[in-house]
């Protein structure tokens, strides 16, 4: 069984920070990416951030410069650094790994249950 685990989110007021962090565990084999989406009512989810095993990233252009994704391979676990965050970013933010398990060897999608994001003052 594999499982990914969010923490971090919550209630900040526009212009204010939050650090979310996602820990993938389980029966691993490899992790080829990791990333967070978002999804807001009544709207599809979205990418957000992701980075790859050899640490190339790629944003959203709505989260560019303000927010940042980073990893450590070791703990299999991603973050997502967001400053100076905007009522617009208020969402449900998902963690996403694309992994190779001891269930299924071939790179398959997994998902976190997600965290609630809301700024607002």
């Known amino acids: 069984q594999v499982q990914l685990v969010e923490s971090g989110g919550g209630l900040v007021q526009p212009g204010g920070s939050l650090r979310l962090s996602c820990a993938a565990s389980?029966?691993?084999?490899?992790?080829?990416?990791m990333g967070w989406y978002r999804q807001a009512p009544g709207k599809q989810r979205t990418l957000v951030a992701r980075?790859?095993?050899?640490?190339?990233?790629n944003y959203a252009d709505s989260v560019k410069g303000r927010f940042t994704i980073s990893r450590d391979n070791a703990k299999n676990t991603v973050y997502l650094q967001m400053i100076s965050l905007k009522p617009e970013d208020t969402a449900v933010y998902y963690c996403n790994a694309v992994m190779s398990t001891a269930w299924s060897t071939s790179f398959t999608d997994y998902w976190g249950q997600g965290t609630q994001v809301t700024v607002s003052s």
């Open positions: 980075i790859t095993s050899g640490g190339s990233t």
């Open positions: 389980g029966s691993i084999l490899s992790i080829k990416a």
